[in-house]
């Protein structure tokens, strides 16, 4: 059986699969246990089957699964920074040393370094607010 065709009998008997911490094990998950073939399978073919589970911008590195574009992992709901730390949700783009490396005017990997507070902050500006008492 095929790499491939492996990964689709997974899929239909509802085992999701994933990549380790370093990139060298298969990790299953499933509701119940896969049948012992099939592992068998999965184990002589490991090296394919890493090759097809793995995505072309890497792998969380809780569950093992494929990131998105913009390095997340909606499962875990956690997003890498570009310096590769992980941010703490999947809506932050920036962990917490790189935020205030921003702030401070300084480069950030994958940023470069900003002109103004104003271009760093993003489609936003502080505006002063004038208030009247009566």
């Known amino acids: ?18 990549v380790g911490t370093g990139g060298a094990s298969l990790l299953w998950e499933a509701h119940a246990d896969p049948p012992a073939e099939l592992l068998a399978e999965l184990a002589a073919n490991k090296s394919a089957v890493l090759a097809l ?36 949700s999947a809506f ?13 005017g300084a480069a950030v990997p994958g940023r470069g370094v900003p002109t103004t507070r104003a271009a760093s902050a993003g489609a936003w500006t502080a505006q002063p607010v004038g208030l009247t008492g009566g």
């Not at 059986?1 to 994933?18: H, K, Q, T």
């Open 1 to 18: 059986m095929s790499p491939a065709e492996l990964l689709a009998r997974c899929r239909a008997l509802g085992i999701e699969l994933g």
């Open 53 to 88: 589970v793995r995505g072309p911008r890497g792998n969380c590195r809780q569950c093992g699964r494929a990131l998105d574009d913009r390095r997340r992992c909606w499962r875990c709901c956690d997003r890498l920074c570009p310096c590769g730390r992980p941010t703490g």
């Open 92 to 104: 932050i783009e920036l962990c917490i040393a790189c935020g205030l490396a921003l702030d401070a």
